[in-house]
């Protein structure tokens, strides 16, 4: 296949924000699809920051040759404030134009795609957006580069705890990432059979899971609790203490997993997601898309607005909460 957009002959790619395994996967399949398409790809090491910095060097396929089974990012990531500022964009700008860029593939999460879009705005380049969060908060796909490695970290957590909560029957909380976004301690806490899940999208999960744990208390000695980081009832230490006072006599612990779930091997669904989104990156690129977001809607290809993948809300699956709530009492 040629490239049918003969304007573009010099590609971008980066990473930006919180690493998500399968990120390397993504920019694999940027630079390789850039180079069958005839086109010359720079990487961009560290986010938004090494753009401002002119950390710009060539890539070629051997460039992300062996890298695909590896979690984090080889270009690196930051979060940048001078990006933020319009002499920020300015100087990567100039840097871009002195490399003769003519696009870039932006693979992060919200933040990047805001940054993207700005930068669209006041200097036309072209850009478009892979969704790389292990959080699966990004509207316009139904799940995010990331996730499915981090709930299967989240959940091999689980089952571990799981065995230590038997053998001494206790209650444990388990704190998974979700600052914003429940998906994480959605998915991991049914596929670990919790007996409760906390997330920030729903309310009154504490008077629900007292009034459970009541019912079920005298059969069985050991629970098991997941809650994202960002549960309006608290972290999991704030909730613990408040379970604990509902029930003085019940020995519980907390362990809260942190930045284990953004690391490891990605799992082989965010390694193929991951490449088909990259992959048509770049084929969006060749063919005049811009400032849209990648991604896999019911297993087909999808273009979202920036505007709109930033703006809009992406909603936990409530038949899956419905679900949790069935099995769990």
Partial sequence: ?????????????????GDAPGMN???????RSSVHFGMEVFGIH??????????????DASSVA???????TILKTARSKE?????????????????????????????????????????????????????NDLFGTDFTIGFDTA???????????????????????IEVMGRHSGHIALYAGIGGGAEGIFIPE????????IDSYEKKSRNKKFSIFVVAEGDEDGHAFDIAKKFQ?????????????????????????DRILASRIGAHAVKALTEGNTNVAIGVINNEISFTPFQDAIYNKKSINENLWIMNDILTR
């Fill in 46 to 59: 560290g986010g938004y920051q090494g753009m401002i910095e002119n950390d710009i060097h060539p890539m």
């Fill in 151 to 173: 709930i299967n970290t989240a959940m091999d957590a689980v089952d571990k705890i799981r065995d230590t909560a038997d053998a001494h029957d206790r209650v444990f909380f």
């Fill in 245 to 269: 006072d509902v029930f003085p006599n019940i020995d519980s612990r907390v362990t809260v997993l942190g930045h284990i779930q953004r690391g490891g091997k990605p799992s082989a669904n």
């Fill in 1 to 17: 296949m040629s490239n049918p957009n003969q304007q573009i002959k010099k590609i971008a790619v980066f990473t930006s924000g």
């Fill in 66 to 72: 062996n890298i695909i089974q590896y979690g984090g």
């Fill in 25 to 31: 996967a993504c920019i694999r399949a940027v630079v």
């Fill in 202 to 209: 729903k309310d009154n999960e504490f008077e629900d899971i």
């Fill in 83 to 135: 990006f933020m500022t319009p002499e920020g964009r300015k100087k990567a700008f100039n840097n871009l134009k002195s490399h003769g860029i003519d696009a870039i593939v932006a693979i992060g999460g919200n933040g990047t795609y805001t940054g993207a879009l700005k930068f669209n705005e006041e200097y036309q380049i072209p850009i478009v957006g892979c969704p790389g969060t292990i959080d």
